[in-house]
């Protein structure tokens, strides 16, 4: 469960995932990722340390750049997660359907 709050507390910032969405198109430097905001390279670098921590991206040293790449574990996990409860609540929205046609 430690990894599914990691993955959340990661994914609770809308910088954190501006920066996932950016990386779904490709790998990219710490400096390309920074580009789009108006914050500095050390909190881009704090930002992208939470999501190394959670495992949502990896660091891959290309030359002498270190490219950052989405790892599609911790995403996958918490989308199962997700689909869990959203099948739980499906299911019973469902029946309460029925019992209220039921009961008419």
Request: aromatic share 6%; hydrophobic share 40%.
């Amino acid at each position: 469960m430690k990894q599914l709050d990691r993955t959340f507390a990661a994914l609770a910032d809308p910088t954190r995932r501006a920066i996932l969405a950016r990386l779904a198109e490709s790998d990219a430097t710490a400096g390309e990722l920074a580009e789009p905001f108006a914050i500095s390279q050390p909190a881009i670098s704090r930002h992208l340390k939470v999501l190394e921590q959670a495992e949502l991206i990896e660091r891959r040293k290309v030359g002498q750049h270190q490219r950052c790449h989405l790892k599609s574990g911790a995403l996958k996990a918490a989308s199962d997660w997700l689909e869990f409860y959203a099948r739980f609540w499906s299911g019973s929205l469902d029946r309460l359907a029925e019992h209220l046609k039921e009961t008419r």
